[in-house]
């Protein structure tokens, strides 16, 4: 057997750091980066070490974080420095890998099983990468060193600031095992809790757990994560190419005569949102970030347009933006024989951090994208006829009706559950 050698680096407290890179004054004293500093109702985006010691948390009030440390800086985010700085600490990982996988815009896997013979071991091309992100930079980064990429991200947790840890094959009972199992990726805390009903509470607890009893309460995911705690995770870093792969999925139909009736068309986009969100669940790419719409006319002339909306997965949104689009654009009356969806821009579920998630104007989408899983598996289950949206049941053709391509092959990754930071 030939073992991986795969690397997770995460930069430490990255939008502080950056803050203090470029502006070297604010060092040495407690720093939180929130929306607006002048505004005591905002915030605390992200916070250095020393404010990490007064107790500050991120997604805490300016005010609370006051009270806790009335002398702490506070300077407005700049999500371009950070973006610039992400791409100058990864053009350093490319000097010793090509494979290097974003996972978020401060972390990345990245595979040197095969550069090892020009730039040594694992530990040892980690401390290069540690050296030089330091050096070149001034920002630290803390680095996982093991042979896949669940343990190496769990061995980039263990130590940090500015450090390098190693998870060795065979060492998994000294030092994976006594840790808590909401150490693990992917272990959030609703599933914790599930698990600690059943005496489950360290990794080794899960890898040593009774495959079915796992499997009963969590079903396929928990096999998965059961499979990670034990180190049996082949998953490959993949390059952006390979993410990329990818790159949109739509879905069209000729409509059973010339419409003009906006209701009607209206349910239409319903139809096609749902096959396209559908097959985008499936395809598991994470959320998209643009709706195109194509319009053919009487004539048989193609129009197309498309928009930017808020990453998502949700149906509603899709059918929603596609119909507004549709409004703003096609001449009221004008008759339509073929509607199409198409989205693109996926998020490959990068958690980019933005004000809103911070703030909780999320929290109403992730309600719904919970509602939507749930129904994708109701009708996996049962059928695709079995839940059927309002919107459609006015009109008894398009009531069930499944017009879903072959869906693509399904990535078994599950969903990154919320985590304390
Ligand atoms: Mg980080």
């Known amino acids: 057997m030939r073992l991986r050698v795969i690397l997770h680096s995460d930069l430490n407290n990255f939008f502080a750091s950056v803050e203090t890179v470029l502006n070297p004054e604010l060092a040495g004293k407690p720093l939180i980066v929130c929306g ?11 916070k250095n070490e020393l404010a990490k010691r007064y107790g500050i948390k991120t997604a805490e009030t300016v005010v609370s974080a ?48 095969a550069s090892q013979r020009m730039f040594g071991g694992g530990v040892e091309i980690a401390e290069k990468i540690r050296r030089a992100v330091k050096e070149e930079l001034g920002l630290t980064v803390s680095i996982g060193v093991s042979y896949n990429k669940i343990y190496a991200k769990l061995a980039s947790e263990i130590k940090k600031p500015d450090a390098v840890t190693e998870i060795p094959y065979g060492k998994k009972e000294q030092i994976v095992y006594p840790l808590p199992v909401t150490d693990l990726l992917y272990v959030g805390k609703a599933t914790a809790q599930t698990l600690s009903a059943y005496g489950i509470r360290t990794i080794g607890e899960l890898a040593n757990a009774d495959e079915s009893l796992v499997s009963r309460l969590l079903g396929k995911r928990g096999r998965l994560l059961r499979k990670y705690a034990r180190g049996e995770d082949d998953e490959p870093v993949k390059t952006k190419q390979e993410k990329d792969e990818i790159k949109s999925i739509g879905n069209s139909s000729t409509l059973p005569a ?3 009736d906006r209701e009607e068309i209206k349910r239409w986009f319903y139809v096609l949102a749902e096959s396209v969100t559908g097959r985008l669940r499936d395809a598991d790419v994470g959320r998209a970030n643009t709706v195109h719409i194509v319009v053919r006319d009487d004539n048989l002339e193609d129009k197309t347009w498309q928009t930017k909306v808020t990453p998502t997965l949700l149906c509603s949104d899709v059918a929603q933006t596609a119909y507004k689009l549709f409004c703003e654009n096609w001449g009221y009356g004008k008759p339509v024989r073929m509607l199409g969806i198409t989205v693109s821009g996926f998020d490959h579920y990068i958690e980019q951090m933005t004000i809103g998630d911070v703030l909780g104007e999320r929290e109403d989408y ?4 919970r509602v939507e899983d749930a129904v994708a598996k109701i009708r996996k289950k ?6 059927q949206r309002g919107v459609l049941f006015a009109d008894e053709k398009l009531s069930g009706l499944d017009i879903r391509k072959e869906s693509q092959p399904r990535s078994e990754k599950p969903k990154i559950e919320e985590k304390e930071d």
């Open 36 to 46: 607006d500093p002048k505004e005591r109702r905002g915030v605390v985006l992200a």
């Open 66 to 113: 006051l009270k806790k440390c009335p002398h702490v800086q506070r300077v407005s985010t700049h999500f371009g420095d950070y973006r610039y700085y992400s791409e100058k600490v990864r053009e350093i990982y490319e000097r010793f890998t090509d494979v290097v996988e974003e996972c978020s815009i401060d972390e990345c896997s990245l595979d040197v099983t």
């Open 258 to 260: 010339s419409l003009t």
């Open 366 to 369: 992730k309600k719904k994208e």
């Open 382 to 387: 049962y059928g695709f006829s079995t839940l």
